[in-house]
């Protein structure tokens, strides 16, 4: 379907800066063996030149970091996520090297990384169907592709802090905000610091959306995740919604959701994420009780009468089973 020349999706096109991510690299022949050990992918049977979502986790199997792992080699992986988290994760990682032959450094400063939005994704030669997770060689880096926002094709690339991307002075540069607002309309949470070690990877939907492999070997938190998958003990969801808080005022990173039934210390949940909707108002991912993350549920900012955001549908299945 076409998409209408004044509506929201119409805005997404063009590159990114993403100065608020940062890059991990890993180097060393035990590289992608000991990530396999420490995240929530396959690291070793993933080929060269691919990439996973992945999570960290803490022995409680809460998430300390997301990140996008681009395995280039046996040897050398890059670690994509939010500027924030970097250090802290960094130096936790790097504590349990021991004698594995891998050094792990904040690479920030030679790899950057950068959004690529719908039109942009043909004009680089990328295909705009590629399933997300799927890695393509682009110049001097990669382009991951991400779920889309507003039926809009996205990817993210990692590459050589100098390089240029092909043909990319060519294309319009897209703004904070509207990368912003397209991550969360593909319902796809990455950690900030404020939110480290408060959920397990379902909470996020990372089950859905490739970010846990159950049938991989142990990594720290790994017996929680498993039960909470198939146990059935999962309680609460990622959910998108959007609301028009009167004054304009964005919800805050932790802010407490309400169902109007709620007591007022029982809050359902509490916003993981957030971004200006082009349109008005504001889109919001919120983690909260899987009875209030249906679509068409009111939840209400702050009490359980306060602002109302509706819960709208995933862009993604959630997964039943595995």
């Known amino acids: 379907m076409t998409q209408a020349l004044n509506s ?25 063996s000991f990530l396999h050990g420490q995240l929530t992918q396959d690291l070793l049977l993933l080929p060269d030149g691919q990439a996973r979502l992945a999570g960290y986790c803490s022995a409680k199997g809460r998430l ?20 924030d988290v970097l250090p802290g994760t960094l130096k936790r990682l790097s504590m349990f090297v021991l004698r594995a032959k891998v050094k ?43 779920y889309p926002a ?4 996205r990817a993210l690339w990692i590459g050589p802090t100098e390089a240029a991307l092909p043909t990319a002075s060519a294309l319009p540069t897209l703004s904070d905000s509207l990368w912003a607002w ?18 397990v990877p379902q909470m996020l939907n990372y089950e859905s959306v490739g970010g846990v492999n159950f049938k991989k070997g142990c990594y720290p938190g790994q017996e929680v995740v498993a039960r909470s998958q198939f146990r059935g003990t999962l309680k609460r969801r990622t959910c998108l919604a959007h609301g028009v808080p009167a004054g304009g005022v964005a919800p805050g990173l ?18 993981v994420q957030c971004a200006a909707a082009p349109a008005g108002g504001f889109d919001v991912l919120a983690v909260v009780q899987v009875g209030a993350s249906v679509a068409g549920q009111t939840l209400h900012l702050g009490a359980p009468d306060g602002p109302a955001f509706e819960v709208q549908a995933l862009p993604y299945a959630l997964l039943e089973d595995i």
């Open 8 to 32: 929201p999706a119409a805005l997404l096109h063009g590159v990114a800066p993403l100065p608020q991510w940062g890059v991990i690299r890993a180097l060393g022949e035990d590289a992608a």
């Open 64 to 83: 300390l970091a997301t990140f996008v792992v681009l395995r280039r080699s046996a040897s050398e992986l890059w670690l994509a996520c939010p500027l």
């Open 104 to 146: 792990l450094s904040d690479a920030s400063a030679e790899l950057a990384v950068r959004g690529l939005a719908g039109s942009a994704l043909t004009s680089l030669g990328l295909n705009p169907a590629s399933a997300p997770w799927q890695a393509q060689a682009l110049g001097a880096g990669h382009a991951v592709a991400l």
């Open 150 to 153: 507003a039926g809009v094709a």
């Open 182 to 199: 397209s991550e969360v309309q593909s319902a796809v949470p990455h950690l900030g610091l404020s939110q480290a070690d408060a959920f």
């Open 254 to 271: 932790g802010q407490e959701l309400f169902l109007a039934s709620d007591a007022p210390d029982q809050p359902t949940g509490v916003v």
